[in-house]
């Protein structure tokens, strides 16, 4: 049996940066029970062992590259390293990169995993996301619930 995995990552208190936090949040009752759903607000160093054990995976993460705020990125990979997008941010001690190709060194990159990337508009400090932001966390909830669930 495959077991599949979704991790939302961000910061509650940086605004925008709870954009995957928040797709994490709205994923908890929508997919089968078989799909676990992790926040993770830590060092992503524990994403390798979050994902131990499961075959596939989807990470969703806001990302700030100066593109249009709400725009949607998805990434393979296990094809190639994330763009720099993803790379050491100031509210992860690690970033989604660095996190990927540490599990690529080690051989322990799950079979499948896949990156949503949300592009955010406001990282002050404080909470609530952006109104981009926020319909933009609802299509990712869309389009993983369609992936994971074999609608896509």
């Known amino acids: 049996m495959t077991s599949r995995l ?3 990552v961000g910061n509650t208190f940086r605004r925008d940066d709870a954009a995957g936090l928040a797709a994490a949040t709205r994923l908890r009752g929508l997919l089968p029970g078989a799909i676990r759903v992790l926040a993770q607000e830590g060092d992503l160093a524990s994403l390798l062992d979050d994902w131990r054990g499961a075959d596939a995976v989807i990470v969703v993460d806001a990302t700030s ?22 790379s050491r941010s100031s509210t992860h001690s690690l970033g989604i990169a660095e996190a990927m190709e540490l599990a690529r060194a080690l051989g322990r990159l799950p ?5 949503f990337g949300i592009e955010g508009r406001d990282f002050s400090t404080g909470e609530g996301l952006s109104s981009d932001v926020d319909a933009a966390v609802d299509e990712v909830v869309r389009r993983i619930t369609a992936e994971a669930t074999g609608n896509a």
């Open 6 to 8: 979704i991790v939302g």
């Open 65 to 86: 590259s100066g593109s249009e705020p709400g725009t949607i990125r998805r990434y393979d990979a296990r094809e190639r390293p994330l763009p720099s997008v993803f």
């Open 111 to 115: 079979e499948r995993i896949v990156v």
